[in-house]
């Protein structure tokens, strides 16, 4: 079964510095996914990585993904408030009938301080 | 704005009632997902529809039922409701399965 861990599950930083989010993943996926959210809001899509050693970046969030070590990390640039949030990875698991659903991480709750 | 709407946005009702969530999928998605999100599960995939048709079934409860219409939005029912049933529910689309999903407001569901 297909489990997905995300550590830290809490992070609290300063504006201006720099983080790094750690996604696994327990068993092979070609892709994952990193979804933010606000109290109460939606999920939204900040990043598809589709391939071993794709980089992606937007802003101030870079994500990568290794799909040997089955690790996705998120680094956080010279962080601000806006960025505040909560960050999901995703994993794509295949289902009967070709299907696939999204298994969860427990999300990181980001807290930017000024 | 994903494109995907869900109604309505929030639902207060007692234990051992049911009730219905609502979803349209984007313009062009055939896929249909629906999320559960509480504090004690995390974000937990409840089913899937294709094209009318049933996909997927995660961790949905007997209590819990959906449907994809032929107009493509979707339905979730959810009967003798418990407190435990609590939570955000989240519909999502795509253009087919395997591909990217895009999530919903969701609908907050409150069991008093």
């Known amino acids: 079964e297909l489990k997905v861990e995300q550590n830290p599950l809490f992070l609290s930083m300063q504006e201006g510095k720099n983080y790094t989010i750690y996604c696994n993943y327990s068993t092979t996926s070609d892709r994952l996914y990193w979804y933010r959210q606000d109290p109460g809001k939606s999920l939204e899509s900040l990043f598809v990585?589709?391939?071993?050693?794709a980089v992606k970046q937007e802003g101030r969030l870079m994500a990568s993904l290794d799909t040997k070590a089955r690790l996705s990390t998120l680094h956080i640039t010279a962080a601000v408030h806006d960025l505040s949030a909560t960050y999901f990875c995703a994993a794509p698991r295949r289902t009967q009938g070709g299907s696939e659903k999204l298994v969860f991480g427990k999300g990181t709750k980001l807290t930017v301080n000024p | 704005d994903s494109g995907v709407t869900q109604t309505p946005k929030h639902l207060i009702t007692a234990t051992g009632q049911r009730v219905t969530l609502r979803c349209s999928p984007r313009?062009?998605?055939?896929?249909v997902y629906w999320y559960q999100q509480s504090l004690d599960q995390g974000l937990q995939f409840l089913i899937q529809y294709y094209n009318g048709e049933e996909r997927a079934k995660g961790n949905i409860l007997e209590r819990f039922s959906a449907q994809q219409f032929p107009d493509l939005h979707s339905e979730l029912n959810l009967s003798s409701l418990e407190l435990g049933d609590s939570a955000l529910y989240f519909c999502?689309?795509?253009?087919?399965?395997?591909?990217?999903?895009?999530f919903g407001p969701g609908t907050r569901l409150t069991v008093l």
């Open positions: 990585l589709l391939s071993n050693g």
């Open positions: 999502a689309s795509s253009v087919v399965s395997s591909v990217e999903q895009f």
């Open positions: 313009s062009g998605d055939l896929s």
